[in-house]
């Protein structure tokens, strides 16, 4: 961001400060502090650790007398321990690279031990391969010590929802995308059914992870969270929503196949850069007000009626030919430079797993969340 946006950032960086020596000399309550935390959340974020650390601790409710085990052999022995190990030690991109090699490593264990610790309070709960990447986030931010309750608060509202025995809770969230995207751009919404995507499997790490696994901009990834976490567990659907409503021209301008827009829709979050992410966040807020997720099961019974007219209508009357929509669109250039060999090499994995993941998706209603979400293993 230029000037201007540093501009914009030191000026909230003061407001937060004030606010918080407001607070720790009892000039203002604890509700007043949280409801404008709250909106600074949703609407410019916490811009810096420093702040974020203290807004997070105070918005997240925890409880003083969670006890967690130490206990070495109850850890090592719990059935998602070794999975938990394989997939933390995979996690070295994730780090800034002012980190260390032994900094990454004692962070490393640190992470494994905490995800067992609330896996084992938690018995009900089931890891799922992308639950190490939200919770090295919160670990990079708040620190060994702060990280465990607010962890296992935001997992109990927010991600336990992912780690039930099967990933039927998730499909269902899931089935929310294209009812929502055919509110804010139809067209869309029908190309891609009839482009065979409206299973929106591309959106899968996008939701569970809370994009950290797609991204690899750190501010991003915070920025992302300050929003989820005083928002609806289900803000990651809407915030995707409005990221195929801004580019819908672009997806308009794509072959029409399952091949070419699970391609593009699965890179397309790493393609955004900062200002416009702030936009897709600002239309995803206005998006739940208008939408929320109480109403959401009626769009999902519009969306089906629509999908049957598309079944029985012809393409042809439908579909733009993808020569006219290049020369008649006036396309959101996609900013941030990317190496051409390996995107090609990405999306060749990411096609050849989103088209296994269908296949069991269209299998079974029940399937083990565990053996599904694996599959994301390919994706590193």
């Not at 201007?4 to 407001?15: A, C, M, P, V």
Request: proline share 3%.
């Amino acid at each position: 961001m230029g000037t201007k946006g540093d501009e914009s950032n030191q000026l909230i960086l003061g407001q937060l400060k004030i606010l918080f020596e407001r607070f720790h000399k009892k000039q203002i309550k604890k509700t007043e502090l949280e409801k404008k935390l709250i909106s600074y959340a949703k609407k410019t974020g916490f811009i810096n650790n420093t702040y974020r650390k203290q807004a997070w601790e105070l918005l997240i409710s925890t409880s003083d007398d969670e006890e967690y085990t130490r206990d070495q052999q109850q850890l090592k022995s719990h059935q998602y321990y070794e999975q938990t190990k394989l997939d933390v030690i995979r996690t070295l991109k994730r780090f800034p690279p002012n980190y260390s090699e032994a900094e990454r490593s004692g962070l490393q264990d640190e992470l494994i031990v905490i995800i067992t610790q609330i896996l084992v309070k938690h018995r009900e709960l089931h890891y799922y391969q992308g639950y190490h990447d939200i919770c090295l986030t919160f670990l990079l931010v708040l620190g060994n010590e702060l990280c465990v309750p607010i962890l296992d608060s935001i997992t109990m509202s927010h991600l336990k929802y992912f780690m039930e025995p099967t990933m039927e809770k998730t499909r269902d969230s899931l089935n929310y995308l294209m009812p929502l995207i055919n509110c804010v751009h139809s067209k869309c919404a029908e190309y891609m059914e009839r482009g065979g995507v409206g299973h929106v499997i591309f959106a899968l790490p996008w939701f569970i992870t809370w994009y950290s696994h797609v991204l690899d901009e750190l501010d991003v990834i915070l920025r992302l969270y300050d929003l989820f976490i005083v928002s609806d567990y289900l803000m990651p659907i809407y915030v995707a929503a409005e990221i195929v409503n801004y580019y819908g021209d672009e997806i308009l301008s794509q072959d029409c196949d399952m091949a070419t827009l699970h391609q593009y829709l699965s890179c397309l979050p790493t393609e955004i850069d900062t200002e416009i992410w702030e936009t897709i966040i600002e239309r995803a807020s206005h998006l739940i007000n208008r939408h929320p997720p109480e109403t959401l099961e009626s769009l999902v019974s519009e969306w089906k009626i629509k999908c049957k007219h598309i079944e029985k209508s012809s393409p042809q009357s439908y579909l733009p030919q993808r020569a006219n929509q290049l020369k008649t669109n006036s396309a959101k250039n996609l900013t941030r430079p990317s190496n051409v060999i390996s995107r090609v090499m990405f999306w060749s994995v990411a096609f050849a797993v989103g088209g296994l993941a269908i296949y069991l998706y269209n299998q079974s209603s029940a399937i083990d969340l565990n053996t599904f979400l694996n599959l994301g293993d390919i994706y590193r």
